[in-house]
């Protein structure tokens, strides 16, 4: 053990569903994982232009539990991506497919919140758009659901979210590009993966802008709904 010169603060944690709670080490997020979310930010779905989904981070404390988030600084046009997240249980690299999903403790539902305004800004000067991506409270997130009450999600779920009761995205689980299972085999040949780490596995279409005072709801089949207001 290290004696700390300073004091810092406290690590993020999630809690989870059957108590105590989950320590994040690494928060992954994938991009343009569902081929109408692509279209929809204006890709092109030709087979010729096609490429495969990426991966970014978001810091480890951009993790939000509360009820209230304040709406970000620096933005005037703040969006929302439903996504459902893995939460991994036990590290390794090169994970082959066919063991992917033993490395996952189990499974949430985030919001990958975004600066849409920034990113179009940084996209345009063809530099980084952390900015858009990697902000304070940027990921907020359900419990954690171990994965053998979740497994169902994992399976034939859908996922949803909604703002002020009216439903914005809603897809099934299975119009994913790349699965849970890829997900995890891909991202473990860039970095070796750790207990704690989180994955957002990207948003299907019907992102859109919330404003101060919006009730966002997101939710996976089976899991533990996501319940913020923006204040
Ligand atoms: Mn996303």
Not at 87 to 101: C, D, P, R
Not at 111 to 127: C, N, P, S, V, Y
Request: charged letters at 20%.
């Amino acid at each position: 053990m290290h004696n700390y010169v300073i004091d810092v603060p406290a690590q993020a944690v999630v809690p989870v569903t059957t108590g105590g709670v989950f320590p994040v080490r690494r928060i992954y997020c994938v991009g343009q994982n569902y081929a109408k979310h692509i279209a929809e930010m204006g890709g092109s779905l030709k087979p010729e232009d096609r490429k495969p989904p990426f991966f970014f981070q978001k810091p480890s404390d951009a993790i939000f539990t509360g009820n209230d988030l304040p709406y970000p600084v620096l933005t005037q046009n703040l969006h929302h991506e439903a996504e459902m997240v893995l939460a991994i249980g036990t590290g390794g690299k090169e994970i082959g497919k066919a063991e992917a999903l033993s490395h996952v403790y189990g499974l949430a539902v985030g919001i990958d919140l975004t600066r849409r305004d920034r990113q179009a800004e940084m996209k345009a000067q063809g530099r980084s758009w952390e900015i858009a991506k990697a902000f304070d409270g940027s990921a907020p997130i359900s419990k954690i659901m171990p994965v053998e009450d979740a497994a169902k999600a994992l399976k034939d779920g859908s996922i949803s979210l909604t703002v002020n009761g009216e439903t914005r995205q809603s897809a099934p689980l299975s119009e994913m590009i790349w699965s849970s299972a890829e997900i995890i085999s891909v991202l473990s040949t860039h970095y070796e993966l750790f207990p704690g780490d989180l994955i957002f596995t990207g948003t299907p279409e019907g992102v859109g802008p919330v404003v101060t005072g919006d009730i966002i709801v997101a939710g996976v089949t089976g899991l533990p709904e996501l319940n913020i207001q923006i204040t």
